[in-house]
């Protein structure tokens, strides 16, 4: 992604499974989970690289 700087995950808590994947996968350690479902907990460390979006089996992040 170019312009990974600009994107942020933006996570369906509707659609969240909670599995965990996500939060286990990011590289800064931007996501955590809150009440079984994740959460950009630390934007400031998010460098928009996709991996969640890539990683969630049910499709609920969406880089935007």
Request: with cysteine; net charge negative; hydrophobic share 30%.
């Amino acid at each position: 992604m170019s312009d990974g700087d600009n994107l942020k995950p933006v996570i369906d808590a509707n659609s969240c499974t909670g599995c965990t994947i996500c939060v286990e996968e990011c590289p800064t350690g931007a996501l955590d989970m809150s009440d079984d479902v994740s959460v950009l907990a630390n934007p400031e460390l998010c460098d928009g690289c996709g991996a969640c979006e890539e990683v969630c089996p049910v499709s609920c992040i969406t880089m935007e």
